[in-house]
């Protein structure tokens, strides 16, 4: 599979998920068989102001390639003169913009998923981003439409493959729905009949390796993005890798659960002041300590700790 000029090794990417997929967890998800990362979305407007905390977020290391930077926003100029700031600063592999955020803060302004409600105006910023980088590829992260009365897909996809996008990924919610519901996988086989020349990535829902025997059967998507069922699971890639690969699925050791929790809280001190340390290695801890004996213990001991001494005890103590 190829995105423009990149040649995608395996139909894996990781989804963008703000206050999620920061360095070490792109780290950890490629070290598991992730094709493609993609950084937490940045805002144009943040970008352009060289606002110091969206430039970090932008930040990646070389063996994160190929890697996607996603940017949102509402106006064509600065989206496009956004993209342009980073692919100068960072020369990452992609420009993704996202026209799926259904959060009201970004959409009351006209950003994310509200672009599904105007077309005119995703044309104009994707026309406009796509001529600022000419030499990498720019992909949009979508939803269904803004409502079930109100499915975009087929003009989105005809519209954004005119205009210069060389992938679009499809998560088959509506903006309404929020992360309510199932995702509609027929949806994401509606844009792969509807668009011929570019990879479409099918979205929603993916947990196992039996959900990406079903998408791509219902979808025939080129790729498949996952976002929350990798979250304490990174190796739901390296299992869909095994199933392409020798139909064999490898069973997650508790050394490897052990083993990544403490990567995952070594990754978190190289990149991340002590405070941001102690939250987030709660947040990942308390997804990677489930599932096994005395689980529900470990967890609870994570998250009474007050530093990361404290919390990398409570790893080393697991049996
Ligand atoms: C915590 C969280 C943060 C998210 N942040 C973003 C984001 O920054 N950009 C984006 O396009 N989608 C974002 N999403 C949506 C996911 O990328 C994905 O489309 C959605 O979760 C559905 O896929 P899943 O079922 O595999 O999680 C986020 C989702 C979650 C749960």
Not at 34 to 48: L, M, N, P
Not at 96 to 103: K, L, R, S, W
Not at 119 to 128: D, F, G, P, R, T
Not at 217 to 245: A, H, Q, T, Y
């Amino acid at each position: 599979m190829k995105i423009g000029n990149i040649n995608i090794k395996h139909p894996l990417f990781l989804a963008p998920m703000s206050g999620v997929t920061d360095q070490p967890f792109r780290i950890i998800c490629k070290k598991f068989g992730a094709s493609v990362v993609y950084t937490e979305f940045v805002s144009a407007d943040g970008i352009i102001r060289e606002n110091v905390k969206t430039l970090n977020m932008v930040k990646f290391e070389e063996m994160e390639r190929p890697i996607g930077v996603q940017i949102f926003g509402n106006d064509p100029d600065t989206v496009c003169d956004s993209a342009f700031s980073i692919y100068s600063k960072f020369k990452p592999d992609i420009i993704d913009i996202n026209f799926g955020c259904p959060v009201p803060k970004v959409t009351k302004k006209g950003g994310g998923s509200a672009a599904l409600k105007n077309l005119k105006l995703m044309q104009e910023i994707a026309e406009k981003t796509v001529k600022a980088v000419p030499d990498i590829p720019v992909t949009v992260k979508m939803r269904a439409g803004w409502d079930y009365n109100n499915i975009i897909i087929k003009d989105a996809g005809v519209l954004l493959e005119e205009s210069g996008i060389k992938a679009i990924t499809l998560h088959a919610r509506t903006s309404k729905q929020m992360y309510k519901g199932e995702a509609n996988w027929e949806l994401i086989g509606d844009l792969k009949n509807t668009v011929k020349n570019i990879p479409i990535i099918g979205n929603g829902d993916i947990t196992s390796v039996d959900d990406y025997k079903k998408i791509t059967e219902i979808s025939n998507c080129d790729g498949v993005m996952i976002g929350r069922g990798c979250l304490g699971n990174p190796w739901i890639f390296r299992d869909i890798l095994n199933f392409l690969k020798s139909n064999e699925i490898k069973k997650t050791t508790m050394n490897e659960i052990i083993e990544t929790c403490n990567e995952h809280v070594y990754l978190l001190k190289k990149f991340k002041n002590d405070k941001v340390v102690i939250n987030l290695s709660k947040k990942h801890l308390s997804y990677y300590l489930k599932g096994f004996k005395d689980s529900s213990l470990y967890r609870k001991e994570v998250m009474r700790s007050e530093t990361i001494e404290e919390i990398e005890k409570v790893i080393a103590n697991i049996i």
